[in-house]
């Protein structure tokens, strides 16, 4: 089965400057890569996701890239802020109907410094 | 916010018992999901749903059990097998064809005394 792995496991950042998440992945045949934030003691929600024939996906200050090639897949933030601290999920799964769940990294916690 | 509701939110259990753990969404999605949620250890599949009547056993289904009676609700039982069952349990749906894109609930805190 797939195998996600995540880095670092924490990620502390000034106020204004960028963090990066790293994720890679074992299955080649995955095609769809999502990005989960968890805000302390509310419920994961999807913020960015990306599938496999697009190699970067932006939206406002966040952005996502993808290396098939290599099998690794990360997250940025750009001009960070407060609000941004939580804890970041990366997934990946076969994107098909029937496919049958999500494969999780073990989560990033983001702290951002005032 | 609606769209897929948990309960309760914190739940207290001796050992020996058996609870569970309700999850109902009204976003018409096919498929539900619990989940698992330990610190460190990311979000680990016990069971998921892609129809009614039918389950299928995620990587930790051990000391679980659930039913899919109707299309919004998907309880998740907790039994007393459950070696470890002190974790925050979530459940999450999706639509059919986009089974990436998980609809979260607020999450169920069990903690066995």
């Known amino acids: 089965g797939e195998n996600v792995e995540q880095h670092p496991s924490t990620l502390s950042v000034q106020e204004g400057d960028s963090a990066v998440i790293k994720c890679t992945y074992s299955?080649?045949?995955?095609?769809?890569f999502p990005w989960y934030k968890q805000e302390l003691g509310k419920r994961p929600q999807l913020i960015i996701d990306?599938?496999?024939?697009?190699g970067e996906k932006k939206d406002q200050r966040i952005a996502v890239t993808l290396n098939k090639t290599a099998k690794h897949f990360s997250l940025h933030i750009t001009e960070t802020q407060p609000e941004d601290s939580a804890v970041y999920f990366c997934?990946?799964?076969?994107?098909?109907?029937?496919?049958?769940?999500?494969?999780f990294g073990t989560g990033t916690r983001l702290t951002v410094i005032p | 916010d609606g769209g897929i509701t948990q309960s309760p939110k914190y739940l207290f259990r001796k050992e020996g018992q058996n609870v569970t753990l309700s999850c109902e969404q009204n976003?018409?999605?096919?498929?539900m999901y619990w989940y698992r949620q330990d610190p460190g250890q990311g979000l680990r599949l016990i069971y998921y749903?892609?129809?009614?009547?039918?389950?299928q056993k995620g990587d930790i289904a051990e000391g679980y059990s659930v039913s899919r009676e109707k299309k919004e609700s998907f309880p998740l039982t907790v039994t007393s097998a459950q070696k470890n069952p002190t974790a925050f349990y979530l459940c999450?749906?999706?639509?059919?064809?986009?089974?990436?894109?998980?609809?979260f609930g607020e999450g169920s805190r069990l903690t066995v005394l």
């Open positions: 299955d080649s045949a995955s095609n769809y």
């Open positions: 997934a990946a799964t076969l994107d098909q109907t029937g496919a049958n769940n999500l494969f």
């Open positions: 749903s892609q129809i009614v009547n039918d389950f």
């Open positions: 976003l018409n999605h096919d498929a």
């Open positions: 990306i599938r496999s024939n697009v």
């Open positions: 999450a749906s999706s639509p059919i064809n986009r089974v990436g894109e998980l609809f």
